[in-house]
């Protein structure tokens, strides 16, 4: 089926702290994928994107790379902050529809 | 960048009351916006695609009598809640997709609405 799946959380991390959040995706073709976060409260904020297989998406100092050969685009920042915390979503776009199809999400704590 | 706005951010209503919400694209135009419901803890349920100058497209299991969306211009949907019961009650988001763009969606800052 075509589907996204994201690592289970919450994911509770020191601050300065290496953050990796897997994801994967099942689909026909080569979508657009992309990491959204949520604050507390708030609606959805596009965090990177990447649109071609090897593509690096960064932004803020998270990264994720557009992994064709093993259909994932894991979410990594070197050192996260307090103000990191949050809910993150790993989605791939539906080629011919325009729609968005979205994991279910990680909670990411992180504690001074 | 672009910026997408919802109007009300919080709305409380009595049961069998009527609610809209609007969606606004304030630097760009969408003759594509979505409409998004996310319970708590959990992701995005898409509940319909609206479409500037025609019919909404709906999810498998949305009343489309119930949930009412108007897209009237290339800068506003609307999403109406009609006869509202208190298992209505939820925070529903809008997206909207930049014309001529790639395929990003941009997502307004939510409606939080509860169903006394």
């Known amino acids: 089926g075509n589907s996204v799946t994201q690592m289970e959380g919450p994911v509770t991390l020191s601050e300065e702290a290496f953050l990796t959040i897997n994801c994967t995706y099942t689909?026909?073709?080569?979508?657009?994928l992309f990491w959204y976060v949520q604050y507390p409260g708030e609606g959805l904020q596009l965090l990177l994107k990447a649109t071609k297989a090897d593509d690096k998406g960064s932004n803020k100092g998270f990264e994720a790379t557009y992994r064709k050969e093993t259909t994932s685009f894991h979410l990594e920042k070197g050192s996260v902050q307090v103000s990191d915390s949050a809910v993150y979503f790993c989605?791939?776009?539906?080629?011919?529809?325009?729609?968005?199809?979205f994991g279910q999400g990680t909670t990411l704590q992180v504690k001074p | 960048g672009a910026v997408v706005s919802q109007h009300p951010s919080r709305v409380i209503c009595k049961s069998g009351t009527s609610v809209k919400i609007e969606c606004r694209s304030l630097?760009?135009?969408?003759?594509?916006m979505f409409w998004y419901r996310q319970f708590p803890k959990q992701s995005l349920m898409l509940m319909a695609t609206?479409?500037?100058?025609?019919?909404?497209?709906?999810e498998q299991g949305v009343e489309k009598d119930k949930f009412l969306i108007n897209h009237a211009s290339l800068t506003l949907s609307t999403l109406t809640v009609t006869s509202a019961h208190p298992e209505d009650s939820s925070f529903y988001i809008c997206s909207a997709r930049e014309d001529g763009g790639e395929e990003t969606q941009y997502f307004g800052p939510g409606t939080r609405l509860l169903v006394l």
């Open positions: 630097d760009f135009q969408a003759t594509t």
């Open positions: 609206s479409n500037e100058g025609s019919k909404a497209t709906y």
């Open positions: 989605a791939r776009s539906s080629s011919n529809t325009g729609k968005l199809i």
């Open positions: 689909a026909t073709g080569y979508p657009s």
